[in-house]
């Protein structure tokens, strides 16, 4: 039952439940607002990155039937922008990560957040952890999560992104995704993970987790984990290296940072987690990461 993200999430929130004034935060479309269950945020968010210059807000997906919304931001005079993935913390996507998606943007990319919950439940409205991750997170498919991409990579390429030069990022819950459609869809040049999980126990939902996949690594992941992170733990952090000693060619050039005393979610400007020094530094991580394998 993603008991990691659990245990680090609601110590750091102190929280287990919104009132209706912390509810009235929650967003109404996608990228808007924050979820009722990291509420309360900090006083103000750190990063604000402007949409001047881009097109940016709520796509449609079609995947099959059914119709995927997602936040898009990509740079109006670059109508052949590389693609970059975000893919958001159990929370969904909110005020945070379509900002993380205009930085993106403002980058040089297209930048695409698809809202990969909404068949299972509305992300924004649980105001208590534990209900969330037992009544929607964990009963979200790895292989809907994976169609759901390759749907997104599509649509990209369909609206004349250049899905030839695709990467992907994602945070906590979205950083495990970042590994395993790393090595699903060999599309993708490159990927970025912060602080996801890499072992766990399989599930009819997750049969396999990212030290199981290394085999199958298209493109090498860098990936940003905290040293005080007590959801996922340095030993996890090791195994994983050590799979990736013995894995694919891009296994063995994917990379850990480590950042000193940095919790979980410490690039969450949001939230009290958030460590400046640590995020600034995975962020031009990041941007180099991409550019370094081939996603610019």
Not at 86 to 93: D, L, Y
Not at 278 to 295: N, P, S, Y
Request: aromatic share 10%; glycine share 10%.
């Amino acid at each position: 039952m993603l008991q990691e993200e659990f245990d680090t999430l609601v110590p750091a929130q102190g929280l287990m439940g919104a009132t209706p004034d912390r509810r009235s935060f929650v967003r109404a479309a996608v990228g808007t607002g924050f979820a009722a269950a990291v509420l309360p945020v900090m006083a103000q968010t750190v990063v604000k990155t402007p949409s001047s210059g881009l097109l940016a807000g709520e796509v449609t997906i079609p995947v099959g039937d059914f119709k995927m919304p997602a936040y898009r931001a990509a740079p109006a005079n670059r109508p052949n922008a590389p693609v970059v993935l975000v893919i958001s913390e159990i929370f969904g996507v909110h005020e945070y990560i379509a900002d993380v998606a205009r930085r993106f943007a403002q980058a040089g990319y297209c930048a695409i957040a698809p809202e990969m919950f909404v068949r299972q439940g509305d992300a924004t409205a649980y105001g208590e952890i534990g209900k969330l991750i037992a009544e929607v997170i964990s009963k979200v498919p790895d292989a809907q999560v994976m169609a759901d991409l390759d749907a997104t990579l599509a649509w990209a390429k369909a609206q004349g992104f250049d899905t030839a030069k695709a990467g992907i990022t994602g945070f906590c819950w979205g950083g495990r995704i970042t590994w395993m459609y790393s090595a699903h869809n060999p599309a993708i040049k490159a990927g970025v993970a912060w602080y996801g999980r890499l072992v766990g126990q399989p599930s009819p939902t997750t049969p396999s987790n990212p030290v199981d996949v290394v085999g199958k690594l298209a493109g090498p992941v860098l990936g940003l984990y905290g040293e005080k992170d007590t959801g996922i733990p340095l030993d996890t952090v090791e195994a994983m290296k050590a799979a990736l000693a013995k894995g694919s060619a891009a296994a063995q050039t994917s990379q850990f940072v480590v950042y000193p005393d940095a919790p979980h979610a410490f690039h969450a400007d949001y939230r009290p987690s958030y460590r400046k020094e640590a995020a600034e530094d995975g962020w031009q991580r990041a941007l180099a990461w991409f550019k370094a394998h081939g996603v610019a």
